[in-house]
């Protein structure tokens, strides 16, 4: 895994030349090293829908170069385009969904009989019984390993609220899906 801090200099020298001479080719490389994560958050944040999740990241990006001149550095530029990402998906997700169907695939996880998709099913359950907040919470501090103060940035959060929701969505999971902690500390004996 790459250093952060240095990973950080690198987007922030990208975005000065971005600044100082509309570089395209500079927000280019900015695109392909964050295109992976932000379109994992929107996947995640969209259940798995790749196409809309991919549409969002698009929208996001020509977001950020248009805002670009918006963007003050106190935060990581990831931190920066993770939350024009995030409300790329609140603003898609107030519209209805024509995907809010079942589709095919779903189906086949669903019959699918191994230990471990029995797992991810039940802790995708448990996560849709979240409060949103306590969802998108975990979702930037657990699955894409944001530091709280990042999380709040991103999310438009006081600190001490992101603190909370993740703390007690954790400790719902925790008491949902005890089932399985217990199983696995009995095969473990």
Known sequence: MADSAAEA???????????????????????????????????????????????????????????????????????????????????????????DSVDGEMIEQLQAPTHAIDLQLDLERAMQRLSAAEQAVLLHCVQLGLSHEEAAYVLAMPLGTVKTHAARGKAKLKTWLADWRDARTEKAS
């Open 9 to 99: 200099r690198i987007d922030q020298a990208l975005v000065t030349r971005i600044r100082l001479d509309g570089d395209r080719c500079a927000f280019e490389q900015l695109v392909r090293r964050n295109q992976g994560m932000v379109r994992a958050q929107l996947r995640r944040l969209l259940h798995g829908d790749e196409a809309m999740a991919d549409d969002l990241a698009q929208e996001a990006f020509i977001l950020a170069w248009r805002k670009l001149d918006q963007f003050r550095g106190e935060a990581r530029f990831s931190s920066w385009l993770y939350r024009i990402a995030y409300t790329c998906f609140l603003q898609a997700h107030r519209i209805p969904s024509k995907h």
